[in-house]
């Protein structure tokens, strides 16, 4: 499968079938510009500009925002309900994590996850070969409860999310503190803005981290 990172929290997942998704569109207003796709589905992890600009994704995509489980074209997909913030949703609302089962890999989307690790959602997300996972703080987990995060699900490979960069306005960190975390312990690799995986890819016995560019 083909992982491409389309910036802030959204990526492109294609299947080697060619089954599309994409994760958490964003509107322009957050100082970067959304690119144009195609796909057969979108997810939307909440309704917030920087999450849920639909029209910017074409082929008439069947829109996925409801905390339900999804088949698309043999794509498994489910939505597991979180919150937005640390008090069960009254500064934020709530957050919907999705996992899709693709080419044989487990993939979970965290979506502006804002609560603490419990043993409860961790049950819930397990397993998992690679996180999406948002770590800017400040709207979501920052690098220190990402970092929790990754300890607790141990997935094959981490892809960090929701972080500043250059262009975007929204009071977040960039990616270096959560990086950072993981230094001397975890392979760290810059690989552009698409990384392809596989089973073959994963050995199971370390974690990969992958800092995709826009």
Not at 59 to 77: C, F, H, Q, R, S
Request: hydrophobic share 35%; charged share 30%; net charge negative.
């Amino acid at each position: 499968m083909k992982i491409r990172y389309l910036g802030h929290s959204s990526f492109l997942l294609t299947e080697s079938t060619g089954t599309a998704i994409v994760c958490d569109p964003f509107d322009e207003a957050i100082g970067i510009e959304m690119p144009e796709v195609e796909a057969d589905a979108v997810t939307v992890s909440h309704h917030h500009y920087d999450h849920d600009c639909i029209s910017k994704v074409k082929g008439n995509p069947v829109v996925l925002d409801k905390e339900t489980g999804y088949d698309l074209a043999g794509v498994e997909i489910k939505a597991i309900k979180s919150y937005h913030d640390d008090a069960n949703g009254r500064k934020r609302g709530e957050n919907i994590i999705f996992k899709f089962r693709m080419d044989g890999l487990d993939v979970c989307h965290l979506g502006d996850l804002g609560e603490e690790c419990s043993s409860e959602l961790i049950e819930a997300i397990l397993p998992v070969n690679v996180l999406l996972i948002p770590v800017g703080g400040n709207y979501t987990i920052d690098a220190a409860m990402a970092r929790e995060y990754v300890d607790r699900i141990m997935p094959d490979v981490v892809i960090p999310m929701h972080y500043r960069t250059k262009g975007i306005n929204l009071d977040i960190d960039k990616v270096d503190e959560f990086v950072s975390l993981f230094e001397g312990e975890c392979e760290i690799e810059e690989c552009g803005n698409e990384v392809e995986l596989s089973r073959e890819d994963l050995d199971g016995e370390k974690t990969r981290i992958l800092i995709l560019e826009r």
